[in-house]
């Protein structure tokens, strides 16, 4: 049994059914080129294998990507992969990989967990957000989750509230940015959002957490008995044949749901390392679009396309020759199977073109 402070975690098992057609259930976000140079995943590897060892540095996925994974992280140990038999939530997801790593490190080991597809600029910020949330995980037994100061009205975004002035027990972490949290929301519509930025004491929701193998496994404990009763079974098979049929077993018995209904929304030691580096999760077209750069005429232009008297665009070409003349704030999207046009602000909706496609079982365009 090791101790670290260094586990890495990166989920790899979601779908993003908003960057259809280009996200598919064969090949969901994180494993697309989106922005930047790699696929989202390959990004995610690259940037954190810069503060956590290899050695430490787990991702955990759905049985389908597995494959995937190895394609496009050639380089990454095929025995830290943690596999799940279908996706069923980040609770589930998170308490299956505790109970493997509970195997290899002590209790006292700080776990960081970071979403594969996630856009992050300013690195050395970000380290230095880890940093102390590893030092608060550690001093406070409690759950951190890294809160991005929000720089506009976000619909698309989670928020987490916090208590912007009160020091509490925090000390000296209160010096470097550690917040107590008070409650989580989800994406909320322009309204609220507003609300929520004007108010000053909520942050955008990184969906990045640390905390320490104990601390999570006494929370899952706490406020998720019923389920994890269920994981606890697992423990006995860990490393034997018989693991992974139990597994898919107890995968069938439990209930899908986020860690943060399962958890943050309830727990009382939730704390909140505030933070400014500039972060995105890239949820939908509308984003791809914020975060490229753009021409001249407020285009961003991707692959062979012709445009004329047209503005404020995002136009995406995966092989066909693109022509466009006389429009403005359009999104266009050009895959192998499917073409997608969108005004642009609307990008959030392409999630009822997908749940268009399964109701009519159109399944060979996902």
């Known amino acids: 049994m090791r101790k670290t402070d260094k586990i890495a975690l990166i989920l790899a098992g979601g779908s993003g059914y908003r960057l259809w057609p280009r996200s598919t259930d064969k090949t969901p976000k994180q494993f697309v080129h989106l922005i930047g140079d790699g696929t989202m995943i390959q990004n995610t590897f690259a940037r954190i294998s810069k503060f956590f060892p290899i050695e430490d540095t787990y991702i955990v996925t759905s049985n389908d990507f597995y494959e995937l994974v190895l394609e496009q992280l050639p380089s990454f140990p095929s025995e830290n992969i943690?596999?799940?038999?279908?996706?069923?939530?980040?609770?589930?997801?998170?308490?299956?990989?505790?109970?493997i790593l509970q195997q290899k490190y002590t209790v006292d080991s700080v776990i960081t967990v970071l979403p594969s597809d996630h856009i992050i600029f300013n690195l050395g910020e970000f380290?230095?957000?880890?940093?102390?949330?590893?030092?608060?995980?550690?001093e406070l037994k409690g759950i951190i989750t890294i809160g991005i100061q929000p720089t506009r009205p976000e619909t698309s975004f989670g928020y987490v509230q916090i208590k912007k002035d009160y020091r509490g027990e925090l000390n000296a972490l209160f010096d470097k940015g550690v917040r107590y949290s008070t409650t989580f929301a989800e994406k909320p519509d322009y309204a609220t959002a507003k609300r929520f930025v004007e108010s000053g004491d909520f942050l955008w929701n990184s969906g990045i957490?640390?905390?320490?193998?104990?601390?999570?496994?006494?929370?899952?404990?706490?406020?998720?008995?019923e389920d994890y009763s269920t994981f606890k079974l697992l423990k006995e098979h860990v490393g034997k044949n018989s693991f992974n049929e139990n597994l898919?077993?107890?995968?069938?018995?439990?209930?899908?749901?986020?860690i943060d209904y399962a958890i943050l929304e309830k727990a009382d030691n939730v704390f909140v390392v505030q933070s400014t580096f500039r972060w995105s999760d890239v949820g939908n077209w509308d984003?791809?679009?914020?975060?490229?750069?753009?021409?001249?005429?407020?285009?961003?232009?991707?692959?062979?396309?012709?445009?004329?008297?047209?503005?404020?665009?995002?136009?995406?070409?995966?092989?066909?020759?693109?022509?466009?003349?006389?429009?403005?704030?359009?999104?266009?999207?050009?895959?192998?199977?499917?073409?997608l046009i969108c005004k642009r602000n609307?990008?959030?909706?392409?999630?009822?073109?997908?749940?268009?496609?399964?109701r009519k079982q159109m399944n060979r365009f996902l």
């Not at 957490?209 to 008995?225: A, G, H, P, Q």
């Not at 898919?248 to 986020?258: A, D, G, M, P």
């Not at 609307?346 to 399964?358: A, G, L, N, T």
């Open 82 to 99: 943690i596999i799940e038999p279908f996706p069923r939530g980040t609770a589930p997801c998170l308490a299956l990989s505790t109970i």
């Open 127 to 138: 380290y230095e957000s880890l940093e102390i949330g590893i030092r608060a995980a550690k």
């Open 209 to 225: 957490f640390i905390w320490n193998i104990d601390t999570f496994v006494n929370s899952l404990e706490k406020y998720w008995r």
């Open 248 to 258: 898919e077993y107890t995968y069938k018995q439990i209930t899908s749901l986020s």
């Open 287 to 339: 984003e791809i679009y914020r975060l490229s750069m753009k021409d001249a005429k407020n285009n961003v232009l991707i692959g062979d396309i012709i445009p004329i008297n047209t503005t404020n665009c995002l136009i995406n070409s995966n092989s066909k020759l693109i022509g466009v003349i006389g429009v403005s704030d359009l999104i266009v999207i050009d895959s192998d199977d499917a073409l």
């Open 346 to 358: 609307y990008s959030d909706d392409v999630k009822e073109i997908v749940d268009f496609i399964r």
